[in-house]
């Protein structure tokens, strides 16, 4: 396995007695990065309120001011002044997305939608991930696009410009950076392009783009997208709070014997809410309060609270519906009763880190059983977690995985090693667990 050892600093966590209180999530990591892109490419100014400012999107935000796009900070937001795809040039250095896997695969659609020359690269782990998934279905569409290892692996070089329209594109898996790069260059087709995907994956590239003006038109997990005459038309967006971040505080709430926690403002678009799905057919107790429509978004303030969870399997549509969220599902069928399985979710091994290997080590050093397979894993629960020590694997949402595993146990203290990567997410995380806990 390769690993990134992004962050040396640890935390230590105590079990608590209790989780108590409310957390205004932060935005959501996938829609901010769409909202800054998206504007940079259209014509007109646009705010982005409620913006998740993390180590990811701070990627973001250099690469499209390398490529000559006005991005402003102001309180509580940032403003893009676009000036259409025109309005971009070529980057006169290479584009560092860090450890932002959705920065260089919808990167690489922006850049193949303009006519110039662009090398994308990022850190160890990123570099380390599959990048033929967006080579190939790009060079579909006429992309000339070229990567390491023969063509699966960054840094990518590409020459983008003339996008070859009227055709229908499969991709090899259901990934929404997958299908989001290749919607975004063909922004500049000479004509309609059809993404079909095995499943559905979230849709916030679809409805953002739809709201900038873009014919859209989606059946089941097949996008159609007419390309406009003219630019993208600015919008402004306020994001939502991001469910993948408030997983942490559903799963913890859930299990802990003495919680309530409300989460305010959190997107619950239907293509990310499998944690909600997964979590209420374990036994989970989560009511959805004040519903809104926010940016083109469903949105919700959420209450968690204790329950007795028992075992689930998971497969098939949920997977996509749920993929960052799996490794706390597996937290969950730990200490619930019964056995919890993972399956057609080989996916995970391919994000920040080997999220089946670093998930199974994770939960086996806090005392659970865990048995790996090729596509997921089988969790015994009824665990008695101990204090322990647990390793990020330079993989933000292990470190927060391990933060709530270490609130769970019957006493001591647990180390988590590379504590300050949640920063890539979620920068508030250690002081939203100290509130919540009574720390
Ligand atoms: C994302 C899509 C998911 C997810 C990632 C963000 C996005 O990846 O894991 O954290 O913003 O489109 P895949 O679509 O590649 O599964």
Request: aromatic share 2%; with cysteine.
């Amino acid at each position: 396995m390769i690993e990134a050892i992004r962050d040396t600093s640890e935390r230590t966590v105590s079990a608590t007695r209790r989780l108590r209180g409310e957390v205004a999530v932060p935005g959501d990591k996938s829609i901010t990065h769409r909202a800054l892109m998206f504007n940079a490419m259209a014509s007109g100014t646009a705010r982005v309120d409620d913006f998740l400012d993390s180590d990811d999107t701070r990627s973001t935000i250099a690469c499209l001011r390398a490529l000559g796009a006005r991005i402003e900070e102001v309180p509580g937001g940032v403003v893009v002044h676009g000036q259409g795809r025109a309005g971009l040039h070529e980057p006169d250095d290479v584009l560092d997305c860090g450890n932002a896997g959705t920065a260089m695969r919808l990167l690489a659609g922006v850049v193949a939608s303009l006519p110039f020359y662009t090398v994308l690269t990022g850190d160890a782990s990123l570099r380390s991930r599959p990048m033929g998934r967006i080579v190939q279905p790009l060079g579909e569409l006429g992309v000339r696009i070229a990567g390491r290892k023969n063509n699966t692996l960054a840094p990518l070089a590409v020459q983008g410009g003339s996008i070859k329209g009227n055709r229908t594109v499969r991709t090899p898996v259901a990934s929404a950076q997958v299908k989001s790069a290749l919607l975004i260059a063909s922004l500049a087709a000479d004509g309609p392009v059809t993404v079909v995907e095995p499943a559905k994956s979230r849709d916030h590239t679809e409805r953002m783009l739809s709201a900038m003006g873009v014919g859209i038109v989606e059946d089941g997990p097949s996008v159609t997208l007419t390309p406009l005459a003219g630019d993208l038309r600015a919008v402004d967006v306020r994001v939502p709070g991001d469910i993948s971040t408030a997983a942490a505080w559903l799963v913890a709430g859930a299990v802990h014997p003495d919680a309530e926690i409300r989460l305010r403002g959190v997107g619950v678009n239907p293509t990310r809410t499998g944690i909600i799905d997964i979590l209420r057919a374990m036994g989970a107790s989560i009511e959805f309060q004040e519903e809104r429509v926010v940016g083109g978004e469903p949105v919700a303030d959420l209450v968690v609270r204790s329950s007795q969870l028992h075992g689930v399997e998971v497969f098939g549509d949920l997977v996509p519906r749920a993929i960052d969220e799996l490794p706390l599902v597996a937290l969950c069928g730990a200490l619930a009763s019964g056995e919890t399985v993972i399956r057609e979710a080989s996916e995970l091994r391919v994000k920040e880190s080997d999220r089946v290997a670093t998930t199974a080590m994770l939960l086996r050093a806090f005392g659970a059983e865990v048995e790996e397979r090729p596509d997921g894993m089988v969790v015994q629960g009824r665990a008695k977690f101990h204090a322990a020590t647990a390793a990020s694997h330079g993989d933000h949402r292990l470190a927060m995985l391990g933060a709530v595993a270490a609130l769970m146990t019957g006493g001591g203290d647990s180390r988590i090693l590379g504590a300050g990567d949640v920063a890539v997410s979620y920068p508030g995380f250690w002081d939203d667990l100290a509130r919540l806990s009574g720390a």
